[in-house]
């Protein structure tokens, strides 16, 4: 186990109704702004239910945050932010609203262009108090310090990272409303978090994989239910409950971590505007292909402890293990293909060429270079 050093200081309230503690939670007197992304809240009661609790507050709200966030639009909400001279955010949404969020608190307090704090890579801390309530769960945004940011006129998808939200309010009654389509990516966004952290090496922390394991084995349990019925409380409380903790940092100390297929997924993203937890499911099974040298050792542990593959060579059981893994993607309703998008040669060589311009090395071991990345994707057609 390597050296770390954990602090997560956001403070979750989870449950029926719990929307309405708003008012508790945020100070009284503050200006308080409200961002949301394109009117799903409207629909499913979660605005009036927001607008109830601060009825007491001055608001003012930003509409309009779209998947994956532009820098073209946040810019236009710290704008506003700068002229009403708020001083608290209250992000409304999915990931997409939660992350534009982060980039607005630390653009609220910054004099330049707010595309600098992206560009510069840094853990941004002169931020504007920020706090969720949460309508996806997928991206566990609600409860870590990352975001991620698009530029639509250069086609470019970064992360970005600044405080941690204050207070998320997770109610699992509001996804009720969510699109099967957003649940599948979700659950396929969740489950590649997971592997992110989990999929390096073994013997790291007994007690990290037990927990991912853990995560892994629920999701797999409660997809088929979810989409069976997507109204059982009990089970879009597990989904919610294991995507906060699949990228909220309980699942990482100590341990090495991947990414790749993240990174790889973002340029799909970017280029082609693909629902990130859908790469996901594209590129995954495809890294875990190219990468089975080095993963062997821990796919032959997950193959065995998630899925229960107990027989066969040591060949076969890794291919069965990679193998059930798209299956599962597949089960959610998800293509897990490139050809299957229309996504071809073309493509892979300009996520080739931007990942060998920018020098990147991505993966545990450093080693997905643009190069390997390609061999991925080539193996994702
Ligand atoms: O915009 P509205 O009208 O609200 O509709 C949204 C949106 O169209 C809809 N939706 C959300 N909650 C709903 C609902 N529709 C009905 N009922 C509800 N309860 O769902 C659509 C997708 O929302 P979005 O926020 O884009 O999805 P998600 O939560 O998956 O966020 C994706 C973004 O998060 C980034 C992704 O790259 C992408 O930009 N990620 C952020 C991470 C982080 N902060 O740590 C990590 C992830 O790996 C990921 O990269
Ligand atoms: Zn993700």
Known sequence: MDNFIFQNPVKLIMGRGMIARLSEEIPSGKRVMITFGGGSVKKNGVYAQVKEALKDYFTVEF??????????????????????????????????????TKLISAGLLYDGDAWDLVLAGKMVTDTVP???????????????????????ETKEKYPFYANYPVFSIL?????????????????????????????????????????????????IEIAPKIRENQ????????????ATMALNGFIAMGVSQDWATHMIGHELTALHGLTHGHTLAIVLPATLRVL??????????????????????????????????????RSLGLTTRLSEENIGMETISEIERRFNERGVRYGENGDVTGTVARKILEQAL
């Open 130 to 152: 920020l706090a969720t309530v949460l309508t996806l769960p997928a991206t566990g945004s609600e409860m870590n310090n990352g975001a991620v940011i698009s530029r639509h």
């Open 231 to 242: 109204r059982d409380y009990q089970l879009m409380a597990d989904f919610m409950l294991s």
């Open 292 to 329: 089975r040298g080095s993963k062997g050792d821990k796919l032959l542990q997950y193959g065995e402890r998630v899925w229960n593959i107990t027989s066969g060579t040591r060949d076969e059981r890794v291919d069965e293990a990679i193998r059930r893994t798209e299956e599962f993607f």
């Open 171 to 219: 109610d699992p009654e509001v996804t009720f409303t969510l699109p099967p389509y957003q649940v599948a990516c979700g659950l396929s966004d969740t489950f590649v978090h997971v592997m992110e952290q989990y999929m390096t090496a073994p013997g790291q922390s007994c007690v990290m994989d037990r927990w991912a394991e853990g995560l892994l084995q629920t999701l």
């Open 63 to 100: 509409w309009g945050i779209e998947p994956n966030p532009s820098i073209e639009t946040l810019r236009k909400a710290i704008a506003l932010g700068k002229e009403q001279r708020v001083d608290y955010l209250l992000a409304v949404g999915g990931g997409s609203v939660i992350d534009g």
